[in-house]
């Protein structure tokens, strides 16, 4: 398996897990960035890390735009997969969100905002 990938495993996709995340997860913003998190514990135990992507339909009517953005976000985390599993941990469930009106102007941006919110959690 490529160390840059992003397989299905990985990917955060049962409504029971989403569910479990919002009731018990904790919030974390960093500029344009927030995301949602959770430790794997005894009991709700998760394999491996998962993570999943949203973008609001309240600020992005288009679903273009949205999807360029989910598109941003994966890659960011496809990219500094190292970075985010030394931050969040190898058993955690994970989900990002874009939380502003502007659209970013490149993947740069987003990057930054996500190796911003890496940093700013393993320093927590």
């Known amino acids: 398996m490529k ?23 904790k919030w974390l913003t960093v500029d344009n960035i ?15 890390h998962r993570v999943g992507v949203s973008v609001g339909k309240k600020f992005f009517k288009k679903a273009v735009d949205r999807n360029r953005i989910k598109r941003l976000l994966r890659e960011s985390y496809r990219l500094n997969k190292a970075i985010y599993l030394e931050a969040f941990k190898e058993r955690s469930i994970v989900m990002l969100f874009w939380a502003s009106k502007e659209m970013p102007e ?16 393993s320093e927590s």
């Open 3 to 25: 160390i840059n990938s992003f397989p299905t495993h990985e990917k955060l996709k049962r409504k029971s897990e989403i569910d479990h995340l919002f009731k018990k997860g």
């Open 34 to 48: 927030r995301v949602i998190h959770i430790k794997s514990t005894d009991s709700f135990s998760v394999p491996n």
């Open 106 to 121: 490149n993947f740069s941006v987003v990057e930054k905002q996500f190796l911003n919110l890496c940093k700013k959690k």
